[in-house]
């Protein structure tokens, strides 16, 4: 008996270091910077420290993802996309209208419903709202949309539709106060919450979020599926007194309050910077990764329910899955990290959601590393992570800040674009040739909330669900719009659904593997291919 | 308008130096603002204490240890105090005001306390480099004033002489390099029941802080093994044994906290980080005394620096103690022994448990503070103000030291035996500090 296990052990480690090796091995990216045509700089000195976002989003209808990266005290820069499917990257800088200086994030969103992406610019200054004209043309709407830009030094954005509202709300996460020269500290200003104007397809006076505690991160987030997404922010701690990370209910018809100890939240005070939430062991609810300095946070929920009331009580479990990610993986400056963006994505498409994070030192901190790697952690099948960045070609020790993994050239392998302070942007494309299949999704709703945030999309790959919310916010000063991806390992058919934000849980679909499909409310799931 | 204020008694005394280079109207003045400078180089560097990641409580000490010497030591160059050199351990004779020419203190002192922090904290964030230079700008425009040019480099020169003096003799202190923030790369955990294991899941944590601050140089005691302790009760499992009975009034203790009790371990917590440290709270005690009593100059710099020095030796001294008995904390027993879901009220330090780090500090501290301003003095701590923590009201310094003791108890991070013996350690340490000479 007892070496029967002993074996089965043996067996257990050898399929795990087999897993680990072939996630390893499996997986390649070449990096595509200059031939890309990309060439942008997120620039600026101490008012750059943060931000350094990039949006992904299709503006020109034609299927492909185009690019808006911050330019830090230069203007922004807008690139469309002009890959061919499954071929090299390659992006075509264009003027768009999207030009403004000291961008330091950017999120697509769809905010007036209209089919045509908007951008939620945030700055150092005035945040202005660009609404999307078609054909990757942008125009200011602040005016229009009866949206208060502000003067703030703003680096968080989430966004969610309010059960019944035809106009997004919007949370915008303010950092310090610029001016305060002497004693910065403590002087974190007001985050604001944009919540539409009754009937009008406007945008009410901001309301300021008290307390702040200078935001780097927001995410609307249905963290206990109850149905009503709460307001998830990250907070530095380095600049605030008596503050800590914040879980908001922010519920239709009601003024937004904290989640309170009574309620369960514990408190947790890190240097946040970024936020990545996705259902990593497949019991519905979202876990979370928190990047911070030194060690990151991954918290699931302590003591998860079926009914929608589980306590905000999470338990870190960074340590024992692999992802602390506090010092850098390999080279020759072992200091402590510092992390930005973070992303769960499934780089090789084996059903298992990987976790990507920027790294890059604040400005030339000597207790931490100033060759910062970013990791790129590979999930396997016991739920601990491996590092494969290095063995993979994703490696960089640019002062890297905001991220996205997206499908460039639509061959169902996630690419990656990286936004460095005082560097090159780079970009990588997934090369890998052994990886599993694949599905991509865009939702579609008629009316207010067209890209379905707030939905889940849910898809069966073998005894599991794959689920994964659709948001907007999150990571660091970058968010995305368009495909939904998953991988599927070894499946090539399956069927998906979509339990879309007003609650409504659509039937399951049959759908085939390395597929596109748009996903409408109310319709059967439609392939879509490059035309 | 306070600014604006400041600029103007810059140049009344830029016009006193002038005309009349003696005399207790100038030297009145001059010292008024001289204090100026030191508490608002004090107020930057607790700032720069929470905000430099490597400033855990120990580090923290030696850094604030240092600039009151410095500080001290400008005072001292004009000969009105008498100078540490030859007092504290290594510091060999500072430079002083030299006869025959004019000197402006605050201009000295400024320049000094510039350099020291500058020197102290140059590991600081980009946002602590940007507050250190728009001081170091201001301040310097602020005592200039239309203070002649020779005498104002003169004063400069003298500062940064005074600091440079200093900052080499802190080199060789063995503190000086903060490595992966204070937690060794490779460290041979000891085995056994009674030893210190990690307390949490942070992997940067999984090593203790700084296993050899013990064996750094003390300022006025002879070593870190200097002030022995007796050691924690005998390590054991036995339900009658002390060991246990301590361990059992942890669990008790968290059971049954009062409001105020509770109240009483969030105000001693001072995590890094996240508060002026504990070295930096009794600082920020002692500099609120100073605002509210109106102490001149010498006073002032007197306490600070006697302060700084008797907590820097109570941080090498605790940590010769830790490290040779090498402890486990309360969570780890009680949940092997008594609670395996067991929470402490506060974090638990990264660190070995006995003796208290913050009784030993505090014991010492009161110890000075005690000498320095007499038995039964009453003041309020207002320290974590900022943070939304309501201050809190001491019959004395020992009564706070008493509190800050007790309130590692409350918070589940300490036995009884590492507040107590701590607290007599300090007394230990605090005396060497007490019996350096500062008036001729």
Same mark, same amino acid.
């Given at each position: ?37 990309? =060439? ?38 807008? %690139? ?178 904290? %989640? ?138 640019? =002062? ?29 494309? =997934? ?101 | 308008?306070?600014?604006?204020? /400041? ?220 002030? /022995? ?24 203790? /968290? ?66 103690? /830790? ?118």
């Amino acid at each position: 008996m007892k070496r029967q296990s002993a074996l089965s052990i043996i067996v257990l480690l050898s399929q795990l270091t087999s897993n680990a090796t072939w996630a390893a091995e499996s997986l390649h990216f070449a990096e595509e910077t200059s031939s890309s045509g990309l =060439n942008s700089v997120y620039a600026g000195d101490w008012e750059q420290i943060v931000g350094g976002g990039v949006a992904t989003f299709d503006c020109n209808d034609d299927g492909f993802t185009d690019v808006l990266i911050s330019g830090g005290t230069g203007p922004a820069k807008f %690139y469309r996309n002009a890959s061919e499917q499954g071929g090299p990257l390659k992006f075509a800088s264009q003027t768009s209208g999207l030009e403004l200086d000291n961008v330091s994030g950017t999120y697509p969103l769809d905010i007036d419903s209209d089919g045509k992406t908007d951008l939620v610019l945030l700055r150092v200054g005035e945040n202005v709202i660009m609404r999307g004209l078609g054909s990757c043309k942008f125009e200011r709407a602040n005016e229009a949309f009866g949206f208060e830009g502000g003067d703030a030094w703003s680096a968080a954005f989430a966004a969610t539709w309010e059960r019944g509202a035809t106009w997004p709300t919007l949370a915008i996460g303010n950092y310090i106060d610029r001016k305060e020269e002497f004693s910065p500290w403590g002087s974190c200003t007001d985050n604001w919450l944009h919540r539409p104007a009754g009937v009008e397809q406007t945008f009410r006076s901001a309301l300021p979020l008290k307390p702040s505690f200078c935001a780097l991160s927001m995410l609307f987030t249905d963290w206990n599926r109850s149905g009503t997404p709460a307001l998830r922010i990250s907070n530095d701690r380095e600049y605030y007194e008596g503050g800590q990370e914040q879980l908001w209910h922010v519920e239709a018809g009601s003024e937004p309050r904290l %989640y309170t100890e009574e309620e369960g939240w514990k408190r947790l005070r890190i240097w946040g910077m970024g936020i990545a939430g996705y259902d990593l062991d497949f019991d519905g609810y979202p876990e979370y990764f928190h990047t911070s300095m030194a060690d990151n946070k991954l918290q699931t929920l302590a003591a998860p329910t079926k009914d929608g009331k589980a306590k905000p009580d999470y338990k870190d479990v960074a340590f024992a899955k692999g992802v602390t990610a506090h010092r850098p993986f390999a080279g020759d400056d072992l200091k402590p990290s510092t992390a930005w963006h973070t992303q769960f994505e499934d780089m090789n498409n084996d059903g298992l959601a990987d976790l990507f994070i920027a790294k890059g030192n604040v400005d030339r901190m000597p207790d931490f590393a100033a060759k910062d790697p970013n990791n790129l952690l590979i999930q396997q099948p016991d739920g601990k992570f491996v590092e494969v960045a290095q063995t993979s070609g994703a490696w960089s020790v640019a =002062n890297a800040r905001g991220a996205a993994i997206v499908d460039f050239n639509l061959d169902g392998l996630l690419d990656l674009i990286v936004i460095n302070r005082n560097d090159p942007a780079q970009v990588w494309r =997934n090369t890998s040739a052994k990886a599993g299949h694949w599905l991509e999704f865009r939702l579609e709703q008629k009316g207010a909330n067209r890209d379905a945030i707030g939905a889940w999309i849910e898809v069966k790959n073998g005894d599991k669900i794959l689920s994964r919310e659709i948001t907007s916010g999150g990571g660091h000063a970058s968010g995305q719009s368009g495909w939904w991806h998953f991988g599927l390992g070894k499946e090539t058919k399956t069927e998906a659904r979509v339990i879309w934000p007003d609650g409504t849980i659509g039937a399951w679909q049959p759908v085939n593997g390395d597929s596109f499909y748009v996903l409408e409310k109310d319709k059967p799931a439609a392939i879509w291919t490059v035309q | 308008m306070n600014f604006v204020r /400041k600029i103007a008694s810059a140049f009344l005394l830029a016009l006193l130096i002038c005309i009349n280079q003696s005399g207790s109207t100038l030297a009145q003045t001059k010292r008024l603002q001289t204090l100026d400078v030191v508490q608002r180089w004090y107020a930057l560097s607790l700032e720069l204490v929470r905000h430099t990641p490597t400033y855990t409580p120990p580090v923290a000490s030696r850094a604030l240890a240092y600039l009151g010497v410095t500080a001290y030591e400008v005072s001292a160059a004009s000969g009105v105090l008498t100078s540490l050199a030859g007092q504290l351990n290594g510091l060999e004779a500072t430079p002083k005001f030299e006869q025959g020419y004019t000197y402006v203190e605050a201009i000295v002192m400024q320049s000094a306390l510039a350099a020291s922090a500058q020197a102290l904290f140059a590991n600081t964030g980009p946002t602590g480099q940007r507050a250190l230079r728009r001081l170091e700008e201001t301040l310097r425009w602020e005592v200039a004033g239309t203070v002649p040019p020779d005498i104002r480099e003169r004063s400069e020169t003298l500062g940064k002489a005074i600091a440079n003096h200093i900052m080499r003799w802190s080199e060789t202190d063995g503190g000086a390099v903060i490595e992966n923030l204070g937690f060794p790369e490779k460290f041979k955990l000891i085995q056994g029941e009674a030893a210190w294991k990690p307390t949490n899941v942070v992997a940067l944590q999984q090593m203790p802080l700084l296993p050899n601050w013990g064996k750094n140089r003390p300022f006025a005691m002879p070593s870190g093994a200097t002030c /022995k302790l007796p050691g924690p009760p005998t390590y054991s499992e036995d339900k009658a044994s002390e060991f246990y009975k301590q361990a059992l009034e942890v669990v008790t203790a /968290k059971q049954e906290l009062t409001p105020d009790q509770k109240a009483i371990a969030r105000f001693w917590a001072d995590d890094a980080m996240l508060s002026p440290t504990p070295p930096g709270h009794w600082i920020s005690i002692a500099l609120q005394i100073i605002e509210r009593d109106q102490l001149d100059v010498d006073k002032s710099v007197d306490v600070l620096a006697r302060l700084g020095i008797a907590m820097a030796d109570a941080f090498i001294g605790c940590w010769d103690g /830790k490290y040779q008995y090498n402890l486990l904390r309360p969570v780890t027993y009680i949940r092997r022994l008594i609670d395996p879901i067991w929470e402490p009220f506060i974090n638990t330090p990264p660190f070995p448990e006995y003796p208290s780090g913050h009784s030993t500090q505090s014991g010492a501290a009161a110890f000075v503070l005690t000498k320095f301003f007499g038995e039964n003095f009453a003041f309020e701590d207002t320290t974590h103000s900022k943070d939304g923590i309501k201050g809190r009201s001491f019959l004395s310094f020992d009564d706070a030291a008493a509190e800050a003791g007790i309130s590692r108890l409350y918070g589940g991070i300490h036995f009884r035996a590492a507040i107590e013996h701590g607290i007599e350690q300090g007394h230990c340490i605090g005396a060497f500090t007490n019996a350096l000479r500062t008036r001729h």
